[in-house]
């Protein structure tokens, strides 16, 4: 029987590479097992076993090591089924070819090279599909942005493309058709990843995720869990559990997603550029005067966390430790900044200003140059740069961009958005006060689905060049900082 979802190419180094693929269970109670081969010219270089199991709704994942630098494999994937006692050890290399049966499914991609000092690659956010209908129109127009990604791709090669959350929206449809079943949060994400276009750019772009509020359920926090009752405690497994199967597996190693102190973020570098991709999802606390009613190991928090301290500590560790990076990007999924103009919305950084300082500050008083923050959740795209008036060597630029897909009353147009701000954070070790200002100028902030590309070169005057496109593959802005 073939793959039903994949094969998506993960997570990709110099010498590694991670395959997942969904396959289904077989008649007559047999058992599937992933199979997947990898070939480099035509040669066949390993081959795996891998398991898929009902948990993760019969996804699995292959990781191949050994493999060379800079180099293109063709991937073959397949899943079989075997009487139970007969199926073959699984998680392990295997000798000879194991997906050879003319239902297998192809794809392909190439390994990442250390000393790159250029780098192209693809990021956006949310795709607002809801295949019930009468939304599911929104399954078919919300994939034409992945026909666009695969046609720029094959005209100048990407090195990895990364959906920075939303990927899916189990509450689509609000109160009208509330998810709350494992089943109903898998059926979205196998109609969401079966479409053909998404399929095949990810099948041959190396393809990084992590999760935003959709997920979950909208504006989700810590707080749901601790005190919503047992009905969001099962929401948030479930969603984990979906989550794992469908988009962490293929992510670079993590703790599994489900035991609320699971660490979901996660770092890669690419080339000469380091990425931190952060989880502003699972850690976070709204209101910290809840946090000690589920948390007895950590006790109560002092301050609402977006990030939680333990993921605060490695992201500052993280800019420590890569300084002298000529670019380094931190993911987060919703902006650092712009601002909305809502203040209320306790959710989103304003109402995090301890936290944000902190690592505001941190960077400031480290003097660390060249930090790009990458964002979406807020259903526009901008380029924004921040400044210190108290430090003038302090510069942080941001990059949105939201949706991929959305349908028009979802957009957060410009008189919703603050896009020339001024933050007054005082150093949380001195005291001293500090004003962060930000701008967005007029021409670099619009409305409309789309995903940005972004080719830093170390060895150019303006290290970035990003483009924002449309939904069909027109460029919309150019940005060069
Ligand atoms: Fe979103």
Redesign the pocket.
């Known amino acids: 029987m073939p793959i039903t979802l994949g094969p998506i190419t993960g997570h990709t180094t110099t010498n590694s590479v991670k395959i997942w693929l969904r396959g289904e269970t077989g008649a007559g109670g047999t058992k599937p097992v992933a199979a997947i081969d990898l070939y480099q010219n035509g040669q066949r270089v390993q081959s795996r076993y891998e398991p898929l199991t009902a948990e993760f709704d019969y996804c699995g994942v292959a990781r191949f090591d050994g493999l060379e630098a800079g180099t293109r494999y063709e991937v073959r994937a397949d899943c079989l089924h075997f009487p139970s006692d007969q199926a073959p050890a699984v998680g392990i290399a295997v000798g000879q070819a194991v997906a050879t049966s003319p239902a297998t499914h192809t794809g392909s991609f190439r390994t990442a090279t250390d000393t790159a000092r250029k780098i192209r690659f693809l990021f956006g956010?949310?795709r607002?599909q809801e295949p019930t209908f009468p939304m599911s129109f929104s399954m078919r127009e919300g994939d034409i942005p992945f026909r666009s990604m695969a046609r720029l791709h094959n005209r100048n090669p990407y090195d990895f493309l990364m959906l920075i959350?939303?990927q899916v929206?189990t509450d689509a449809m609000g109160f009208l058709r509330r998810r709350k079943t494992a089943e109903s949060f898998f059926e979205l994400y196998r109609d969401t990843f079966e479409k053909q276009h998404f399929r095949n750019i990810t099948g041959k772009v190396p393809t990084y995720m992590i999760l935003?509020?959709?997920e979950i359920e909208d504006d989700w926090s810590r707080n749901r869990m601790a005190c919503g009752g047992e009905e969001d405690r099962e929401r948030f497994n479930i969603a984990m559990r979906a989550y794992q199967a469908y988009q962490n597996l293929h992510n670079p190693d993590t703790d599994a997603a489900g035991d609320p102190g699971a660490q979901l973020w996660y770092s890669f570098d690419w080339g000469v550029f380091p990425f931190f991709v952060l989880d502003n999802m699972t850690r976070k606390w709204t209101r910290p005067e809840d946090s000690d009613a589920s948390s007895k190991t950590t006790g109560q928090l002092e301050a609402p966390t977006m990030l939680g301290a333990v993921q605060m500590k490695a992201l500052t560790d993280w800019l420590d430790q890569n300084k002298d990076a000529p670019k380094k990007f931190i993911v987060t999924p919703e902006p650092v900044f712009p601002d909305r103009k809502n203040r209320e919305l306790a959710d989103k950084w304003p109402a995090f200003d301890q936290e944000r300082g902190h690592l505001l500050h941190h960077i400031r008083r480290e003097q660390i140059q060249n930090v790009v923050l990458l964002g979406?959740?807020v259903?526009n795209t901008s380029f924004t740069r921040m400044t210190c008036d108290q430090d003038p060597m302090f510069r942080v630029d941001s990059l949105v961009s939201?949706?991929i897909y959305?349908i028009p009353m979802n957009f957060t147009n410009r008189g919703k958005m603050i896009l020339d701000g001024r933050l007054n954070l005082p150093d949380g070790e001195t005291g001293t006060p500090h004003t962060f200002r930000y701008k967005c100028a007029q021409d670099d902030f619009f409305s409309e689905n789309s995903f940005m590309e972004v080719e830093v070169d170390a060895d150019r005057e303006t290290m970035i060049h990003a483009t924002a496109y449309r939904r069909d593959g027109k460029g919309e802005r150019a940005y060069k900082f």
């Open positions: 956010s949310c607002w959350g939303d929206y935003d509020d959709h979406g959740a259903h939201s949706p959305a």
